[in-house]
């Protein structure tokens, strides 16, 4: 390890002219330091001419190769290498008496200082110091430079320290048939100095790396004692960040995590795709007592709760559910440069995800409105992506990402605003694979090598898919039940009440009680039948909401029925109760219908939106045409009904006990009604006698 300070006076090519520290370990394992100085980018050697030392050499050999004198300032005070972490301690003065390789350093001024690790080459016959050799890239990760003041106070370090040729360190796997047991101990060989007073042991080891997998459960059984409560975080110290005014985040765990041996906690957690790859078990109450939690991925069926082979069964198709969002993957069966998988009944129009790998080994995921088959017709979208990944094994790409069910638009004439995901109806799913992919300009060379042949209809909430076959059949039947009651059974049993009346005796009440409770029993199939297609009732768009008031007014009418009032003997006044129940039973009625034939509208609006079936307008048409039909129909009755009702009362002075006058009074027009009323209270009748036989 070297570390210095640079030469005021440069600007570039830093370690040029560099007064150095560097530290290592004998083979013996016993630290040193050295005091070097570097005039020139390479290994230390000597000159051929006059024997001076050139490179990055010891002042004592710079010395020695002139009048043999001794300026090593530089004093070793303490090192040791634990867990494959090296900890060297030196000190060397501000300023030294050697002002020919040694550096001032200003303690209240801003310096730059340098850095490298690398290897070292052992002493021999023809030289007796240890000499770095170069130490490669990249910059900081093998060298590197920053400006320090030493007088100020700072805490920067990443940390904690670990090594990747660390062998001596524990690791457990962890495994669900095998809790882990969380214990606490004295300290032996904790891996990031300085160590605390006691650490902790997962199943009789030193605070080791513990290791899990994504989607995969972990239990821990805590035994530590209730001064020790287990979390799980993303600070490397613990002991509650917010206590030192840190922010940190915590994925499981906490006050009520602890226990001990006789009542132990037990703690299960289980990391998710969006866990970091990199977190910390740690004590809530002190610092510095856990250690580091490897995340890796384990299987994709692990971490998404349904998966499904999409057409062709070249691309699986992940996901998981939210209360308002939703996570996906996919993953190719074989060796492609991009896999995109897209919502919609083909290429065109369709929003697609595209994954794939750059020329620096980077991921990368964008989005796409598709409006054509040429690269020019691909639109890039700015949907609102969060825990994107991408990446490549042996040539097959995985993608994922989380999006939102309905994009937060504010402009909603962008494409990507209309790309809303409804678990309550299937998601048409296309794919395509190719062997090249950019996010600048795209071209024919950018093309799908392979794609699907045809959308699978993926059902989000049963967890299961089903090829392309159109409207489901089970739907159309749905629709059909639903047209048969709305559109026929239940307006003809009004239009039987309405008309029918003139009819020998209780005819039209036959007819107006088969077709209604008729309607009402389709009704119930037509949402059984939906139901049981959809997996259950999701209250979610109009069209639902729409059908369960009709179904509801429609529902009222059999309970009104049978609370009906008595009908008033001829000659009576109809008693308030009656002409109460009266409009009640017409209006809910009547709303019932409205509801009905809008809820119907809705449905075909439903089917268009997010089945994409293709002659949905047509069949619009048709329902609007059916209806105007059946307007124009109850006009002509009215306009009928109004005139028979007119010829009856020019005789109603001298004419008594038509029945069918009687029941073909509109209990909803009030001038009737007073009529009625005015003509029965006048105290006069006229008799009309007529003899049974001529």
């Not at 989005?367 to 639109?379: A, E």
């Not at 296309?430 to 093309?447: P, R």
């Not at 009906?564 to 006044?573: F, H, I, T, V, Y």
Request: one cysteine or more; a negative charge; glycine letters at 8%.
């Amino acid at each position: 390890m070297a570390f210095g300070w640079a030469n005021p006076n440069r600007t570039k090519e830093l370690m040029s002219e560099a007064d150095v520290t560097v530290a290592s370990f004998t083979e013996e394992g016993r630290p040193f330091v050295d005091d070097f100085y570097i005039t020139a980018y390479s290994e230390c050697k000597l000159s051929s001419k006059d024997r001076t030392a050139i490179g990055v050499c010891p002042d004592v050999v710079y010395e020695n190769s002139k009048n043999g004198m001794m300026v090593n300032n530089t004093r070793l005070v303490y090192g040791h290498r634990r867990d494959g972490v090296s900890l060297i301690m030196f000190r060397k003065p501000l300023n030294s008496t050697d002002k020919k390789y040694d550096l001032p350093v200003y303690p209240n001024e801003d310096m730059r200082v340098i850095w490298a690790l690398g290897l070292m080459k052992p002493p021999n016959e023809n030289r007796s110091h240890f000499l770095p050799q170069f130490h490669g890239g990249p910059e900081k990760v093998a060298y590197g430079h920053l400006v320090l003041n030493v007088s100020k106070k700072v805490d920067d370090c990443f940390g904690p320290l670990d090594a990747d040729d660390n062998e001596d360190q524990e690791l457990i796997i962890a495994d669900t048939e095998v809790p882990l047991v969380v214990t606490t101990g004295e300290v032996l060989h904790y891996p990031n100095p300085p160590s605390p007073s006691k650490v902790l042991y997962i199943n009789n080891k030193e605070a080791p790396v513990l290791r899990v997998e994504r989607g995969v459960p972990v239990k821990f059984l805590v035994q530590a004692g209730h001064d020790v409560a287990l979390y799980i975080t993303s600070d490397s110290l613990g002991g509650n960040a917010t206590s030192r005014n840190a922010t940190e985040t915590i994925y499981s765990g906490g006050p009520e995590a602890e226990g001990v041996v006789a009542n132990p906690h037990e703690l299960i957690w289980v990391p998710d795709r969006n866990t970091p790859d990199q977190v910390y078990y740690q004590s809530l109450y002190q610092e510095k007592m856990g250690w580091k939690v490897q995340v890796v991925d384990g299987a994709l069926s692990d971490m998404y709760n349904n998966s499904v082979l999409l057409d062709d069964q070249q691309v699986t198709f992940f996901w998981t559910l939210s209360e308002d969002s939703i996570t996906i993957a996919a993953r190719g069966v074989k060796k492609s440069g991009y896999l995109a998988i897209g919502f919609g009944n083909g290429m065109v129009n369709s929003y697609a995800y595209v994954g794939w790998i750059g020329d620096t080994g980077k991921g990368h995921l964008n989005t796409y409105w598709i409006d054509g088959k040429r690269p020019l017709n691909i639109h890039p979208t700015n949907e609102n992506l969060t825990h994107v990944r991408c990446k490549s094994e042996d040539g097959i790409i995985t993608l994922e990402f989380t999006r939102p069910l309905k994009p937060s638009c504010n402009q909603n004439d962008k494409p990507e605003c209309k790309n809303i995901v409804d678990p309550t109806t299937p998601l048409k799913v296309i794919w395509a694979m190719g062997s090249k992919w950019t996010d600048e300009h795209l071209s024919e060379k950018n093309m799908h090598t392979v794609t699907s042949q045809r959308p699978v209809q993926v059902l989000l909430i049963r967890g299961s898919s089903e090829a392309e076959q159109g409207l489901q059949p089970v739907l159309a039947v749905h629709g059909f039940m639903m047209f048969l009651s709305w559109g026929i059974l239940i307006p003809g049993g009004i239009l039987a009440a309405r008309y029918l009346k003139h009819v020998e005796g209780d005819g039209w009440y036959q007819i107006h009680i088969y077709l209604q409770y008729s309607g009402l029993a389709i009704i119930l199939l037509g949402v059984l039948f939906a139901v049981a297609e959809l997996r259950g009732f999701y209250v979610s768009s109009l069209h639902v909401k729409l059908g369960i008031a009709a179904i509801v007014f429609a529902s009222v009418q059999p309970m009104n029925a049978y609370l009906r009032p008595e009908k008033p003997a001829n000659g009576e006044d109809a008693s308030t109760k009656r002409l109460i129940w009266e409009y009640f039973h017409v209006i809910i009625g009547r709303g019932a219908v409205a509801i009905g034939i809008a809820a119907l509208f809705t449905g075909m609006k439903h089917l268009g939106e997010r089945y994409r079936v293709e002659n949905v307008h047509d069949l619009s048409w048709v329902l609007i045409i059916w209806f105007l039909i059946a307007a124009l129909t109850v006009i002509y009755l009215e306009y009928r009904e109004r005139q028979q009702r007119d010829r009856l009362q020019g005789r109603s002075n001298w004419v008594l006990g038509n029945v069918a006058e009687e029941d073909s009074i509109d209990l909803l027009s009030p001038n009737d009604a007073f009529a009625r009323k005015g003509s029965q209270s006048s105290g006069v009748i006229e008799v009309q006698l007529e003899p049974l036989n001529r």
